[in-house]
């Protein structure tokens, strides 16, 4: 007997976006189906059964009752929360639980513990080797395929304007996804984001289409163009793949075998394919067990003490950087932002701006329907804040106008401009660098990689690190914002 229940505390205990509700509960209902076409007995219990208790707890005592069961069999979670929960399950309903490792992830905990604890220093690079030599992906023997481990350094270019974004596959909603979706507008209208043009897929037949079209037709210019942004083309040539990994339609091995085999059939040049592997094996696997190392307390970490609360546009999307215009607004119709638009767009400006990072973890949990905590916690505090004081990330990813220029055309319709450095007219990512850097001197000069930046500031004049400096709290002082939604 399998047991499925849609619970209304998993829904809220932040405000999913609509988007990611309205895609996880019709991928449960398209699953159940497909495990009675096998002939395994579902128990089902949807959102808008009346005696719904609205808790896995709830829901899976009154189903203990209902079928007499003597034993409850559950794949581990991948939130703390809901693990700590699952441990009292056994006492509570007074039978044995057993909690299985997640297959979803090719690293168990013990595995990644016993890597994490024989390194001097955490660093996803020397994990990411450790897992192809594990897995034999992209490997002659014991060396790495085309004689390098990374080939990062070739995909950063920019996006030509000859180059168009490929043309992606729709999946229209079946009945089954349309009555979710108007479920999900009835029980969650206020939440954030649009459920407009719904068109991910939602079953494995699906899953595998697009992983198909992707390793086709996009795959092949992935690598080089994955850092770049465009305006009106949130998706490019990234994969789009990642909700659907994580909640279990596609099997990350599967991908990745799929983009190898794309590269040994000469179909797809070794720059887009390892990129692609590595954000898979690498990074994925990667902040996954710096999670579960760290938790309970890394959520809470805060390690520049940064306080501000987040600014009201990050629901609204009303501003006039464009550039976090256009990303907000792909993320509110989408759920979706690739990682460039995360990390170096708004990620960037919650670092320079010093926003709260639990305020920050929440909104990137909230609004993204491939987040999940340990997937979201690690990358919020820990790549984009730096608020772990430097667990895995080398130095904080901290930018001016400069790189947003470089990797996309958003400046170009903006009332700000990169190339204006200070007063009237400024991109505020430029002054709001320098600050960054001025106010955080004590705990980040000393940083190796800084040393270039620093360097740079102090040759500065001083009225210029000043007007600098004004200008950035000028404008920080003109966002509202109390961090509700």
């Known amino acids: 007997m399998v047991l499925m229940a849609e619970v209304g505390e998993e829904a809220t205990y932040v405000r999913h976006h609509k988007r990611k509700i309205a895609f996880l509960f019709s991928a449960m209902r398209h699953f159940a189906d497909a495990l009675r076409a096998r002939g395994v007995v579902v128990d089902y219990i949807r959102l808008d059964d009346p005696e719904n208790g609205g808790s896995f707890g709830s829901e899976l005592a009154r189903a203990v009752e209902r079928h007499r069961a003597g034993k409850v069999v559950v794949t581990e979670p991948g939130e703390w929360r809901v693990a700590e929960m699952m441990r009292g399950w056994s006492k509570d309903l007074g039978i044995p639980v057993e909690i299985r490792s997640d297959t979803r992830f090719l690293c168990s905990h013990e595995d990644f513990e016993l890597w994490a604890g024989a390194q001097r220093g955490l660093r996803m690079e020397f994990f990411y080797r450790e897992m192809r030599r594990r897995t034999g992906l992209l490997m002659a023997g014991d060396k790495p395929v085309g004689g390098r481990w990374n080939f990062d350094a070739e995909n950063r270019e920019a996006l030509p304007k000859t180059i168009d974004a490929p043309r992606r596959p729709d999946f229209p909603p079946d009945d089954t996804t349309e009555a979710i979706l108007g479920l999900v507008a009835q029980r969650f209208g206020n939440h954030f984001g649009d459920l407009d043009m719904f068109d991910y897929p939602v079953t494995r037949e699906d899953a595998l289409a697009y992983l198909d079209w992707f ?70 696997e990667f902040v996954r067990g710096i999670y579960w190392r760290e938790m309970p307390g890394y959520g809470a970490r805060n390690a520049l003490d940064a306080r501000r609360p987040l600014p009201d546009f990050f629901w609204t999307g009303d501003t006039d950087l464009n550039c976090l215009r256009q990303s907000i607004a792909e993320t509110r119709a ?46 919020v505090v820990g790549m984009i804040l730096y608020a772990d004081d430097g667990l895995f990330a080398s130095k904080p ?31 505020p990512f430029n002054p709001l660098y320098w600050d960054f850097l001025a106010r955080n001197r004590d705990k980040l000069s000393r940083n190796q990689r800084l040393q270039r930046p620093y360097a740079t500031l102090d040759r500065m004049a001083p009225d210029k690190v000043a007007a600098a400096r004004r200008d950035a709290q000028a404008f920080l002082t003109g966002l509202v914002g109390d961090g509700d939604y």
Not at 339 to 351: A, E
Not at 361 to 371: C, M, T
Not at 399 to 427: F, T
Request: net charge negative; hydrophobic share 40%.
């Open 397 to 427: 990813y901290a930018a001016s106008g400069n790189y947003i220029d470089k990797m996309s055309d958003y400046c170009r319709s903006c009332v700000y401009s990169p190339k204006v450095k200070q007063g009237e007219g400024a991109c």
């Open 334 to 379: 989408n759920a979706y932002a690739h990682h460039i638009q995360r990390l170096m767009v708004i990620g960037n400006f919650c670092l320079l701006a010093g926003l709260d990072p639990v305020e920050v973890q929440e909104w990137f949990l909230v609004v993204y329907h491939d987040a999940y905590e340990w997937v979201e916690m690690p990358n």
């Open 215 to 284: 390793v086709f037709v996009a795959l092949p210019n992935f690598g080089t163009y994955q850092d770049a942004m465009r305006q009106g083309e949130p998706l490019l040539f990234h994969s789009h793949l990642s909700a659907l990994i994580n909640c279990g339609l596609l099997d990350p091995l599967e991908c990745c075998r799929r983009a190898e085999a794309a590269y040994l059939d000469g179909d797809a040049p070794i720059n887009a394919v390892e990129g692609f592997v590595r954000q898979i094996i690498g990074w994925r």
